[in-house]
T-cell receptor, first 113, second 118 residues
Framework: DSGVTQTPKHLITATGQRVTLRCSPR?????VYWYQQSLDQGLQFLIQ???????AKGNILERFSAQQFPDLHSELNLSSLELGDSALYFC????????????FGPGTRLLVL | AQSVAQPEDQVNVAEGNPLTVKCTYS??????LFWYVQYPNRGLQFLLK??????LVKGSYGFEAEFNKSQTSFHLKKPSALVSDSALYFC????????????????FGKGTKLSVIP
């Protein structure tokens, strides 16, 4: 168990809908990263937050957004969902003394029908 | 842009035999290199990393990896494979702009499925 928690574990929704994925980092970690894992694209970095502020952006669609709250948990918002958004979404966290090592949560499996 | 290649989609090895999972990278500068393992329906577990120093790094569960700068490779190895090592293995690279609380976004390879045959 990495200490990173993600909810929900599974999510089934319809095209055009909006969902929110939640991530709680390991105790003491200030950085949260979001990744998408799909069969065709593999594992891709989406976005990083550090202590409440956006730090880096990757291949994140404009329909997707994220934020990190004062208690350091993070949410990834996916809107106007398309079939191709079906994937496994991971968050990872890192913290002082070991900034470079990311510890991953169990993921949220999103299925868009 | 940085990239990671894992040339083998699948590696089969007999239990008790040594295993190697290959990884090569392309990046400008001095990369940080990582190996992660993913078991079915689970998240990624950190195995080991190379930042600097000794080219041979040791990690969890008896795994080790050798950094070779001239060949831009970071192959994962284990002297004696276990059936429980069967999983999906990912090599990843990050190229932080600065140390400390910077950005260490990972670029992953496509993964190699390791099957250890009893």
């Amino acid at each position: 168990d990495s200490g990173v928690t993600q909810t929900p574990k599974h999510l089934i929704t319809a095209t055009g809908q909006r969902v929110t994925l939640r991530c709680s980092p390991r105790s003491g970690d200030l950085s949260v990263y979001w990744y998408q894992q799909s069969l065709d694209q593999g594992l891709q970095f989406l976005i990083q937050y550090y202590n409440g502020e956006e730090r880096a952006k990757g291949n994140i669609l404009e329909r997707f957004s994220a934020q990190q709250f004062p208690d350091l948990h993070s949410e990834l918002n996916l809107s106007s969902l398309e079939l191709g958004d079906s994937a496994l979404y991971f968050c990872a966290s890192s913290g002082p003394g070991d900034w470079e090592t990311q510890y991953f949560g169990p993921g949220t499996r999103l299925l868009v029908l | 842009a940085q990239s990671v290649a894992q040339p083998e989609d699948q590696v089969n090895v007999a239990e008790g035999n040594p295993l190697t999972v290959k990884c090569t990278y392309s990046v400008s500068g001095n990369p940080y290199l990582f190996w992660y393992v993913q078991y079915p329906n689970r998240g990624l577990q950190f195995l080991l990393k190379y930042i600097t120093g000794d080219n041979l790094v040791k990690g969890s569960y008896g795994f080790e990896a050798e950094f070779n700068k001239s060949q831009t490779s970071f192959h994962l190895k284990k002297p004696s494979a276990l059936v429980s090592d069967s999983a999906l293995y990912f090599c990843a690279v990050s190229l932080p702009a600065y140390s400390g609380a910077g950005s260490y976004q990972l670029t992953f390879g496509k993964g190699t499925k390791l099957s250890v045959i009893p």
